[in-house]
């Protein structure tokens, strides 16, 4: 085998996962811009005051009819009127909010729905400004419902919450600090009907527990919670947010165009259901019962997600609310560390996720641990990258003979075979030699890639200067430059620069067929590489850099190791 056309197709292969990521997936789901997120919200705002009919005029789930409050008639329903008997306009009854403070967040409940109203995260921000405010959970299109919800199903009306004035004795401030506290909201209709949330907070940790209990009025079919949230993209390296659940031991995503299209309801053992984005979670985690039916669909200007229980008057969830951190995620349900999206290459991603967590304790400063990972990893391949590098250099050395075997051999091929085996036992030379090791760096390279993508813990995490977000793209500000071409950078990426000025040296110093048209295009590589990588986080161009700098260094005394080889002929 050609060992330097198994090294082309390693890197194609590289650069099409890439390039799927940046192209295809960019593409098809791309950022907003601010132009765009401007007419959006006027949008929005023109069609709140017009009055949203909430879950009202739209069968969104499937065999499931319109939101209705509980006694009202169908057609009522589908108008998104009350009946007389139920509870009064939310604008007639004054808004009383409760806020817990804990450790790690400050939520705000209304008891206009019962809903959770505000959830900021004490540990992380809205941007990397150190002024900027703590980051917001909570995300409501205007005229949007809150989160939490319950939801009721009689005679095959569903019965949301939304509109519902609960009570509570609640202060109007809990803390969590040293034991368990405790909100009550309690919501009475006309029908008979009583709804009685319960929110229990634990001193710390972003799990706390929502009691749905139902008693009085006509009988029901369903009892579940709701969970709302637009999906909007996020300004970020592919941040969009999107439904993510784990239905019958089977996790999966849908997006904003398969809500839109319409997507089938999932029945079974639910383990999560909620919403996630690139670094944060927001789900349910159904403790009793845990069977049920996830329905979904986007309704408005915001996706829905409702777990719905058969034949019971009381139900019993976890909420997670936080990052996507994996310590946080096992220590509740190690099943919610599918929700962080490492690809196919997960397990050698959460392996080097550990190894750069572990570093940290050694260097507080994750561009740091970066480069440490990147040592290791190269330590930890050199007999194997070495050995390869060997048997390219002496395959390359050999070239000239082996071209000149087959000249003389060009019709006898299994002559040809016989005096090349030759060849390589006189050179002490295997043909496979520089195969295996570098399909072995096709997973470790992608695998790297995932976990740097994927991390939480690069969200706002300085390096060095102006390099303040290991999370977004590298770019030194320089006033007077004018925007570059598919970038946001007014200025210069120097870390992407530097990744392809040392690939494009490591290249050069590589011994390569003679082939010209396997020259040219290993020479172009590093070039098509850097475009690409010049919107990828901060942290991965400084992998790849330093990555690229041990090999140089690396092949640097390889290539003065075989200045003296001399071929065996």
Same mark, same amino acid.
């Given at each position: 085998?050609?060992?330097?056309?198994?090294?082309?197709?390693?890197?194609l292969?590289i650069i099409?996962?890439?390039a799927?990521?940046?192209?295809? &997936?960019?593409?098809f789901?791309?950022?907003?811009?601010?132009q765009? +997120?401007?007419?959006?919200?006027q949008?929005k705002a023109?069609?709140?005051?017009?009055?949203?009919?909430a879950?009202n005029?739209?069968?969104?789930?499937g065999?499931l009819?319109n939101?209705?409050?509980?006694g009202a008639?169908?057609?009522?329903?589908?108008?998104? +009127?009350?009946s007389?008997?139920?509870?009064?306009s939310?604008?007639?009854?004054?808004?009383?909010? #409760?806020e817990?403070?804990?450790?790690l967040? *400050?939520?705000v409940f209304?008891?206009?729905g019962?809903r959770l109203?505000?959830?900021?995260?004490?540990?992380?921000?809205?941007?990397?400004d150190?002024?900027?405010? $703590?980051?917001?959970m909570?995300?409501?299109?205007p !005229?949007g419902r809150l989160?939490?919800?319950?939801?009721?199903?009689?005679g095959g009306n569903v019965?949301?919450?939304?509109d519902?004035?609960y009570?509570?004795n609640?202060?109007?401030?809990i803390?969590?600090a040293?034991?368990d506290?405790?909100?009550v909201?309690?919501a009475k209709?006309?029908d008979g009907?009583t #709804?009685?949330?319960t929110?229990t907070?634990?001193p710390?940790?972003?799990?706390f527990?929502m009691d749905?209990?139902v008693?009085?009025?006509?009988p029901?079919n369903?009892?579940g919670?709701?969970?709302?949230? $637009?999906?909007?993209a996020h300004? !970020?390296?592919?941040?969009?947010?999107a439904?993510e659940?784990?239905v019958?031991?089977?996790s999966?995503?849908e997006?904003?165009k398969?809500?839109?299209?319409?997507v089938?309801?999932r029945s079974g053992?639910?383990?999560?259901? !909620?919403f996630g984005d +690139?670094?944060f979670l927001?789900?349910?985690l159904?403790l009793d019962?845990k *069977?049920g039916t996830?329905?979904?669909?986007y309704?408005g200007d915001?996706?829905?997600?409702?777990?719905?229980?058969?034949?019971?008057?009381?139900? =019993?969830q976890?909420?997670?609310m936080g $990052?996507k951190?994996l310590?946080?995620l096992e220590?509740?349900n190690?099943a919610?560390?599918?929700?962080i999206?490492?690809?196919w290459?997960?397990i050698?991603? #959460?392996i080097?996720?550990?190894?750069?967590?572990?570093f940290?304790?050694?260097a507080?400063n994750? !561009?740091?641990?970066?480069?440490?990972?990147?040592v290791?990893?190269r *330590?930890a391949l050199?007999?194997i990258s070495i050995r390869?590098?060997?048997s390219?250099m002496?395959m390359q050395?050999?070239? $000239?003979q082996?071209q =000149?075997? =087959?000249?003389?051999?060009k019709d006898?091929?299994e002559?040809?075979q016989?005096?090349?085996?030759?060849?390589?036992?006189?050179n002490?030379v295997?043909?496979l030699?520089?195969?295996a090791?570098?399909a072995?760096q096709?997973?470790?390279f992608?695998?790297?890639?995932?976990?740097?993508r994927?991390?939480?813990?690069l969200?706002h995490?300085?390096?060095?200067?102006?390099?303040?977000?290991l999370?977004?793209?590298d770019?030194?500000? #320089?006033s007077w430059?004018?925007?570059?071409?598919?970038t946001?950078?007014?200025g210069l990426? *120097?870390?992407?620069?530097l990744?392809?000025?040392t690939s494009f040296?490591? +290249?050069?110093?590589?011994?390569?067929?003679p082939?010209?048209?396997q020259?040219?295009?290993m020479?172009?590589?590093?070039?098509?590489?850097t475009?690409?990588?010049?919107?990828f986080?901060a942290?991965l161009? &400084?992998y790849?850099?330093s990555?690229?700098?041990l090999?140089?260094?690396?092949q640097y005394?390889?290539? =003065?190791?075989?200045?003296q080889y001399t071929p065996?002929t």
């Amino acid at each position: 085998m050609d060992s330097s056309r198994v090294l082309l197709a390693v890197i194609l292969s590289i650069i099409l996962v890439v390039a799927y990521q940046e192209l295809v &997936l960019k593409r098809f789901f791309p950022a907003p811009t601010q132009q765009q +997120q401007q007419a959006a919200e006027q949008a929005k705002a023109a069609k709140a005051a017009q009055g949203n009919a909430a879950d009202n005029g739209t069968n969104a789930f499937g065999t499931l009819s319109n939101s209705t409050a509980p006694g009202a008639a169908a057609t009522a329903g589908a108008t998104g +009127q009350q009946s007389a008997g139920m509870t009064p306009s939310m604008a007639l009854v004054p808004e009383r909010t #409760i806020e817990v403070d804990s450790d790690l967040y *400050v939520a705000v409940f209304t008891t206009h729905g019962a809903r959770l109203k505000s959830f900021k995260l004490n540990k992380y921000r809205q941007t990397a400004d150190k002024n900027s405010p $703590p980051y917001e959970m909570v995300q409501v299109s205007p !005229g949007g419902r809150l989160p939490l919800g319950a939801v009721l199903t009689r005679g095959g009306n569903v019965v949301d919450d939304s509109d519902f004035n609960y009570e509570t004795n609640a202060p109007e401030k809990i803390t969590t600090a040293g034991a368990d506290a405790t909100a009550v909201f309690v919501a009475k209709e006309a029908d008979g009907t009583t #709804i009685t949330k319960t929110f229990t907070f634990k001193p710390s940790g972003y799990v706390f527990t929502m009691d749905v209990a139902v008693t009085g009025g006509p009988p029901l079919n369903q009892l579940g919670v709701s969970m709302s949230q $637009p999906l909007t993209a996020h300004q !970020g390296y592919y941040d969009i947010p999107a439904l993510e659940a784990d239905v019958a031991d089977k996790s999966f995503t849908e997006n904003e165009k398969d809500l839109k299209k319409g997507v089938p309801p999932r029945s079974g053992p639910i383990t999560y259901a !909620g919403f996630g984005d +690139q670094y944060f979670l927001a789900v349910f985690l159904p403790l009793d019962p845990k *069977v049920g039916t996830l329905a979904m669909a986007y309704i408005g200007d915001e996706a829905i997600a409702r777990l719905l229980f058969d034949d019971t008057t009381r139900t =019993r969830q976890e909420i997670y609310m936080g $990052p996507k951190l994996l310590e946080a995620l096992e220590s509740v349900n190690p099943a919610l560390t599918k929700a962080i999206t490492f690809g196919w290459a997960g397990i050698l991603a #959460i392996i080097f996720l550990r190894i750069l967590k572990l570093f940290h304790y050694i260097a507080p400063n994750y !561009g740091v641990d970066i480069i440490l990972v990147t040592v290791a990893l190269r *330590v930890a391949l050199l007999p194997i990258s070495i050995r390869s590098q060997r048997s390219m250099m002496k395959m390359q050395r050999l070239q $000239p003979q082996i071209q =000149r075997l =087959r000249d003389k051999y060009k019709d006898n091929n299994e002559q040809l075979q016989k005096e090349m085996v030759d060849l390589y036992k006189r050179n002490h030379v295997n043909p496979l030699g520089g195969c295996a090791p570098m399909a072995l760096q096709l997973p470790i390279f992608i695998g790297m890639y995932e976990a740097l993508r994927n991390s939480v813990e690069l969200r706002h995490a300085p390096f060095v200067g102006w390099i303040n977000d290991l999370s977004t793209p590298d770019c030194l500000h #320089i006033s007077w430059m004018p925007q570059l071409p598919l970038t946001h950078c007014h200025g210069l990426p *120097v870390l992407v620069l530097l990744m392809g000025l040392t690939s494009f040296i490591q +290249q050069y110093m590589t011994p390569t067929t003679p082939d010209p048209n396997q020259q040219r295009m290993m020479m172009l590589t590093p070039l098509i590489f850097t475009i690409m990588l010049i919107n990828f986080p901060a942290g991965l161009a &400084l992998y790849y850099f330093s990555s690229n700098l041990l090999g140089v260094i690396q092949q640097y005394f390889l290539n =003065r190791e075989f200045q003296q080889y001399t071929p065996t002929t």
